[in-house]
């Protein structure tokens, strides 16, 4: 069994940076792709940043240029890095693994953050 546990959320102001971190633990014989997602109560869950193995990254558009996401693989570890954050960047985000030979999806319990204006 594969846990995530995040950290790193918390309160900002508009314009303000805060970095996510996901550490994952547990029988990984292969943890393949990593990535962030975020919830609000109005919209679904939504990508908003992931990054493969090797270190490719996809980014959402409302996210490009302002998050990055990093990876330490000897740590089994990624984290969000947002800056000049927006009000609309509220929401809870959520870390997402993909281990093993069928990519099983595993996910974090989220962790909240909020923007204020």
């Known amino acids: 069994q594969v846990q995530l546990v995040e950290s790193g959320g918390g309160l900002e102001q508009t314009g303000g940076s805060l970095r996510l971190s996901c550490a994952a633990s547990?029988?990984?014989?292969?943890?393949?792709?990593m990535g962030w997602y975020r919830q609000t109560p109005a919209k679904q869950r939504e990508l908003v940043a992931t990054i493969t193995s090797g270190g490719t990254t996809t980014y959402a558009d409302s996210v490009k240029g302002r998050f990055t996401i990093s990876r330490d693989n000897a740590k089994n570890t990624v984290y969000l890095q947002m800056n000049s954050l927006k009000p609309e960047d509220t929401g809870v985000y959520f870390c997402?693994?993909?281990?093993?030979?069928?990519?099983?999806?595993?996910w974090g319990q989220g962790t909240q953050v909020t923007v204020s204006s």
């Open positions: 547990g029988i990984i014989f292969r943890l393949n792709a």
């Open positions: 997402n693994a993909k281990v093993g030979r069928w990519q099983n999806d595993y």
